[in-house]
């Protein structure tokens, strides 16, 4: 009698538990979810990342952790299985409207995890179908406030803000959405053929751009090196002219410390014996020197009367020479006297000019 009963409920429990899978679960994922509902044995077994919900007399009693636990038969049942590992669904493609009004065929993929199994046993019918609807209006939505452009940069933008309206709404259902990633984005025809387009554009834009920049900077570069060839000129033509000023300087510097030596050796070789007749040879010699380059220079000459006569030429020069070396004598002696004498040399200038 016992046995026939707890075989009777058995086999209803079994029929009950093949009844609560709905049939709009047409999916790979949903059917790992719906398809593993053990039955009641009284010592049953839970396999790790996974939870068991257990409802005694149709309400709601505990979840099993993994590992063993023990039910009682009849009253516990075994209602819904959550695996609590990460979970990947494709989005299907679908078409969205951006704001400058281009029709696009997206599709994505959603990661999403299982972080309170009554909410999702209880929060939701389905949740995965309820998550991927979600997943769809929200991209939707979220395409339709960017252009074209921004939705090819914004990739990352877009994405986060899918996850953050997502988990917004999955709250309620014990779920967490970790990531969204779009696929593919999918353009007409035509708009791809303009985008082509655009994209030459650019690069001859950017080509032409970067031609004119060499363009110009070779420009300068010549320019500069011009002013830096000229500035390194004229600093040489400055330096070489310094040291030309500088050797004629040098040079005059020389010649006037040699012809002051000279003249002092020649003053201090006059003053010794025989000084007269040594200068009267010199001038001599200077004299047939002058002789010797007449009319090379010009064609006008002045020559004096006796001009054969180098004897008188010589006399002549030295008493000449002779006559200035008095002052010079006389002005020396008047230096050495007192200043009393000095009435006495003018009285004698005065009378030397009468």
């Given at each position: 009698?016992?046995?026939?009963?707890?075989?009777?409920?058995?086999?209803?429990?079994?029929?009950?538990?093949?009844?609560?899978?709905?049939?709009?679960?047409?999916?790979?994922?949903?059917?790992?979810?719906?398809?593993?509902?053990?039955?009641?044995?009284?010592?049953?077994?839970?396999?790790?990342?996974?939870?068991?919900?257990?409802?005694?007399?149709?309400?709601?009693?505990?979840?099993?952790?993994?590992?063993?636990?023990f039910l009682i038969p009849i009253l516990d049942r075994i209602k819904y299985v959550q695996s609590l590992k990460e979970i990947v669904?494709?989005?299907?493609?679908?078409?969205?409207?951006?704001?400058?009004?281009?029709?696009?065929?997206?599709?994505?993929?959603?990661?999403?995890?299982?972080?309170?199994?009554?909410?999702?046993?209880?929060?939701?019918?389905?949740?995965?179908?309820?998550?991927?609807?979600?997943?769809?209006?929200?991209?939707?939505?979220?395409?339709?406030?960017?252009?074209?452009?921004?939705?090819?940069?914004?990739?990352?933008?877009?994405?986060?803000?899918?996850?953050?309206?997502?988990?917004?709404?999955?709250?309620?259902?014990?779920?967490?959405?970790?990531?969204?990633?779009?696929?593919?984005?999918?353009?007409?025809?035509?708009?791809?053929?303009?985008?082509?387009?655009?994209?030459?554009?650019?690069?001859?834009?950017?080509?032409?751009?970067?031609?004119?920049?060499?363009?110009?900077?070779?420009?300068?570069?010549?320019?500069?090196?011009?002013?830096?060839?000229?500035?390194?000129?004229?600093?040489?033509?400055?330096?070489?002219?310094?040291?030309?000023?500088?050797?004629?300087?040098?040079?005059?510097?020389?010649?006037?410390?040699?012809?002051?030596?000279?003249?002092?050796?020649?003053?201090?070789?006059?003053?010794?014996?025989?000084?007269?007749?040594?200068?009267?040879?010199?001038?001599?010699?200077?004299?047939?020197?002058?002789?010797?380059?007449?009319?090379?220079?010009?064609?006008?000459?002045?020559?004096?009367?006796?001009?054969?006569?180098?004897?008188?030429?010589?006399?002549?020069?030295?008493?000449?020479?002779?006559?200035?070396?008095?002052?010079?004598?006389?002005?020396?002696?008047?230096?050495?006297?007192?200043?009393?004498?000095?009435?006495?040399?003018?009285?004698?200038?005065?009378?030397?000019?009468?």
């Amino acid at each position: 009698m016992i046995r026939t009963v707890v075989c009777r409920a058995g086999s209803g429990l079994l029929k009950h538990s093949r009844q609560t899978v709905p049939s709009f679960w047409g999916t790979r994922a949903q059917h790992r979810w719906a398809s593993s509902l053990p039955m009641n044995t009284v010592v049953l077994f839970v396999p790790q990342q996974e939870a068991w919900v257990v409802e005694r007399m149709g309400r709601f009693h505990r979840i099993l952790e993994p590992g063993l636990n023990f039910l009682i038969p009849i009253l516990d049942r075994i209602k819904y299985v959550q695996s609590l590992k990460e979970i990947v669904i494709d989005v299907p493609e679908q078409s969205a409207v951006s704001l400058d009004n281009v029709t696009l065929q997206i599709d994505g993929v959603l990661y999403l995890r299982i972080l309170d199994p009554f909410k999702a046993s209880y929060g939701v019918e389905d949740p995965e179908y309820a998550v991927t609807q979600l997943a769809q209006t929200t991209m939707r939505s979220e395409l339709g406030k960017l252009t074209l452009d921004k939705v090819f940069r914004e990739r990352e933008s877009l994405n986060s803000n899918i996850v953050h309206s997502i988990n917004q709404a999955s709250d309620e259902w014990g779920i967490r959405c970790l990531r969204y990633e779009i696929k593919d984005i999918h353009v007409p025809p035509r708009v791809k053929e303009s985008m082509q387009m655009q994209v030459e554009a650019e690069r001859k834009k950017r080509a032409t751009v970067l031609e004119s920049e060499g363009t110009r900077e070779a420009a300068i570069n010549v320019a500069e090196g011009r002013k830096q060839a000229q500035i390194l000129a004229s600093e040489g033509e400055k330096a070489e002219q310094i040291n030309k000023a500088a050797g004629e300087a040098n040079a005059v510097l020389a010649k006037a410390e040699a012809k002051a030596k000279a003249i002092r050796l020649l003053s201090e070789a006059l003053t010794q014996q025989n000084g007269n007749a040594a200068a009267s040879l010199s001038v001599a010699e200077q004299y047939v020197s002058a002789f010797s380059n007449l009319a090379k220079e010009s064609n006008t000459i002045l020559l004096p009367s006796n001009t054969g006569d180098i004897s008188s030429m010589v006399t002549q020069a030295m008493t000449i020479y002779s006559s200035l070396s008095k002052p010079q004598a006389h002005i020396t002696a008047d230096s050495a006297t007192p200043q009393t004498s000095e009435p006495t040399w003018e009285v004698e200038s005065e009378t030397g000019l009468k």
